[in-house]
């Protein structure tokens, strides 16, 4: 399964700790990424929140098709 198959079977917000173990990156790397707008993400209360189906628009967005 893809990453972004794997992402697609989510129904439930996920939380930057979810995506980085997916990724394979740091929730550091991820937090950047959001706090400097490229990474679209949702502040609930003191929590950042990530909407699969944006994440899976910003990723396809970025595929290099390699």
Known sequence: ????????????????AELGSILGRSPKTLYKAIK???????RIGGA???DPVE????????????
């Open 1 to 16: 399964m893809s990453i972004i198959e794997t992402i697609e079977t989510r129904t439930t917000p996920m939380t930057v």
């Open 48 to 50: 950042i929140t990530l």
């Open 55 to 66: 994440v899976v628009a910003w990723l396809k967005a970025r595929h290099t098709g390699k």
């Open 36 to 42: 400097s707008g490229r990474l679209p993400a949702y």
